[in-house]
């Protein structure tokens, strides 16, 4: 069904908002609020109603259902202190009260449409620039991919780009673009400046597939539509006898790669703004930068950075979920006392949870806060279900191979980094998963591997404590006598606090063996 109002066009099918002719950006709770609503235009909708319809009775705080109720409105041109499209009802609800036509009345007449009406169409039609209604969000477009090989091969490169359209979505950190919208374009030769004009995109992503015999090659690339320049581009050659494996496998390796590269090019734009002009969202971008970082200094900004974005939005789950993450870390790097901080990040993801139950790094900072308090099955669960809502998350993959190492599960922690360094190779957080490798591979008693697992995430992030762990430990247990003391020195210059009883009260390991056997590693190499 399609209503029109205001020279605006929302079709419930396709879940879209147009502004005449063109689309307009909407977060989709935002646009399951504004459905309801008009579907609902004869009566006032309770908050009850909203709570029940939209949110699925999840809580909410006011706070949140207001800023959503003023997203609907300024989406569809209202506002607060006009209301001529949502009024508030005191004391009773919102009700829809717009001049409403659905498409099939307006096909038989347009006697009912304004002549404001009829110019909003008209003057969006022509303009060269549509005015969008402004976003706090930067928001990617994925164009069809180009199929190069025969018309049959076309549900590939269809899939791979519809497939990709929901893998973003799930990120949370960006606003994409429909199907419906980005689809328009299919077998048409756009430049990416007239697709960022025309959807209202910062970047724009494009590829193609090409398939010969039992070879496949997919080349995807991101392109900032301002600059017109690529911030990122692969290709991915595979061999093609499960197709529908190695299209999952694809999807999940571009949007790991696409990610941090998006992260960073905002982090760019940010950094030309001063923090005094920052919305929520960019000072979340700013934070992102310094939490890839691993050092005290720069977890410090992270987490100045996101109070003051909760200062604006109490609401922000990826806020109080990067929040959380950032103390948690600190905690087990040494950097902070973790009976003081610890309760801060439970609180900070328990709330990220409430907020949005859907969101995956709420859950993985919340199985972040059970691991260090050696919760170790709830741990393992919470990090499950961050990878189950997004397959793509190579950070959470990477925590659930820490989860599994300190349980015991050795081998499988092995495996779930393995998964984690295919779906994103070049992370900025590449030091991590050798880290956790090295881990594994310590408490599986290969001292070896461990050490040069070890040594690889130094190499990568040279102030990196938990990896110096590992290694004095490996070295201590394999006699390496001259190893042991040079780790045991840079230990305790990423770790000034660093001692036995510190390894036993902080360092979160289930099978008690194991955990006599870590300290022993220490004990051997020097460490009291």
Known sequence: MQFIFEGNVLDTDTRELRRGSEPVAVEPQVLDLLIYLVENRERVVSR????????????????????????????????????????????????????LQSASDLASTNAGTSSS????????????????????????????????????????????????????????????????SSFTYKGKAVHIKQVGDELGARYVVEGSVRRSGDRIRITAQLNEVASGSHVWADRYDREAVNIFSVHDEIVQAIVSAIEPHLLAAENVRTRSKPPSSMDAWELVMRALSHYNRLTPQ???????????????????????????????????????????????????????????????????????????????????????????????FSHAQNYYATALAFSGRWRDAIGAVGRALRLSPRDPLLALNYGS????????????????????????????????????????????????????QELRRAQPNISCDWIATHVPIKLDSDRLRYIEGFRRAGLE
């Open 48 to 99: 009850d109603d909203l709570m029940d319809s939209v949110w699925r009775g999840r809580p909410v705080s006011e706070s949140s259902l207001s800023s959503r109720i003023h997203a609907a409105r300024r989406a569809i041109g209202d506002s607060g202190k006009d209301q001529k499209l949502i009024r508030t009802v005191s004391r009773r609800g919102l009700r829809f009260v717009g001049s």
């Open 117 to 180: 009406d009829r110019n909003l169409f008209e003057d969006t039609k022509t303009a060269a620039h549509p005015a969008f209604v402004p976003l706090d969000r930067a928001v990617i477009a994925v164009l069809p991919f180009t199929n190069m090989s025969g018309p049959e091969q076309e549900y590939l490169s269809d899939g791979i780009a519809e497939d990709l359209i929901t893998a973003l979505s799930k990120l949370g950190w960006f606003l994409i673009i429909a199907h419906s």
């Open 298 to 392: 720069d977890h410090r900004a992270v987490r100045d950075y996101l109070e003051q974005a909760i200062s604006l939005d109490p609401d922000y789950c990826q806020a109080l979920a990067v929040l959380s993450s950032s103390y948690t870390f600190s905690a087990h790097m040494g950097w902070v006392e973790a009976s003081a901080v610890v309760p801060l990040a439970e609180n900070a993801a328990l709330a990220a949870v409430r907020i949005d139950a859907y969101d995956a790094w709420a859950h993985h900072a919340l199985g972040a806060t059970y691991l260090i308090s050696s919760q170790f099955d709830e741990a393992i669960s919470e990090l499950e279900l961050a990878l189950m809502l997004n397959p793509s």
């Open 437 to 488: 490798a090295s881990l594994a591979h310590y408490f599986g008693g290969n001292y070896e591997e461990a050490i040069r697992q070890a040594q690889t995430a130094i190499r990568l992030r040279a102030d990196y404590a938990s990896a110096y762990r590992v290694l004095v430990a490996a070295a201590g247990m394999s006699g390496q006598a001259g190893m042991a003391a040079s780790a045991l």
